[in-house]
């Protein structure tokens, strides 16, 4: 895609998702996905190759639903950290996205 707005407007209608002012804030690049995370502290998983989502749930929900501010994932891919706005940060895992 030439604009990241396109890749989550895909994710958006996948998705179902009713917000149409997604603004992405933070992004990781983990076991072959794309983790994007925006403004009102959701968290979206993409295929890293077709920048699509894949089977399992792509619309994750941050602890607190604050900005994502940072995002990493752990050295062996097992554990993406999302930091937001107010100083919390939510661990997902990557396997099972709890």
């Given at each position: ?32 996905q794309v983790w994007l995370g925006d403004k009102n502290g959701l968290v979206y998983v ?53």
């Amino acid at each position: 895609a030439e604009d990241i707005s396109q890749v989550v407007l895909k994710q958006e209608k996948k998705a179902m998702v009713k917000d149409d002012n997604i603004e992405i804030s933070g992004m990781t690049v983990c076991n072959g996905q794309v983790w994007l995370g925006d403004k009102n502290g959701l968290v979206y998983v993409l295929n890293a190759d077709s920048l699509l989502p894949g089977d399992e749930p792509t619309d994750l929900k941050t602890n607190n639903s604050f900005t994502v501010t940072t995002m990493a994932s752990s050295l062996d891919g097992s554990t993406v950290a999302v930091g937001d706005s107010k100083g919390y940060i939510t661990f997902f895992d990557t396997s099972s996205r709890a």
